[in-house]
């Protein structure tokens, strides 16, 4: 005698379990404040504040405030998700193709060219 499974589709089939709502990739975006330049990740969260990671600017609390500065949340601005180019979006089409450059590569390319510089401007000592 055989047991025939009464459900035809195989477990690995079924569709699989929603883990929770799917989230705004607006919710992600960074804002920083525009009266000490802290920028609020909602990947990190605040632990200062005891807000978690993962809460959203638009989710925290009316009465948060800057954890620096103390500035209020509307002083805040939206910087974008991490990672994304710093500048304003209308002049990223513009210059020799730094301006699609993130922040923090524009500081590398910046502060090393400086350091470049000096360092060929202390070699011309070598030169008697």
């Avoid at 009465?63 to 939206?78: D, E, H, K, L």
């Avoid at 910087?79 to 301006?99: C, D, E, M, R, T």
């Avoid at 390319?109 to 008697?128: A, D, N, P, W």
Wanted: charged fraction near 15%; glycine fraction near 12%; aromatic fraction near 10%.
């Amino acid at each position: 005698m055989s047991t025939a499974n009464p459900d035809p589709t195989p477990p690995e089939s079924s569709p699989p379990e929603a883990s929770g709502p799917a989230l705004d990739p607006k919710a992600l975006d960074r804002h920083e404040c525009s009266a000490c330049g802290y920028t609020y990740d909602p990947v990190k969260g605040d632990n200062k504040s005891g807000i978690e990671p993962g809460v959203g600017f638009d989710q925290l609390p009316e009465r948060w405030r800057c954890p620096v500065c103390g500035a209020q949340r509307r002083r805040f601005q939206n910087i974008g998700p991490a990672g994304s180019n710093a500048g304003f979006k209308q002049n990223l089409g513009y210059g020799l193709g730094v301006n699609t450059l993130t922040s923090g590569q524009k500081n590398l390319l910046i502060f090393g060219s400086l350091g470049l510089f000096f360092l060929l401007f202390l070699s011309l000592y070598t030169l008697q």
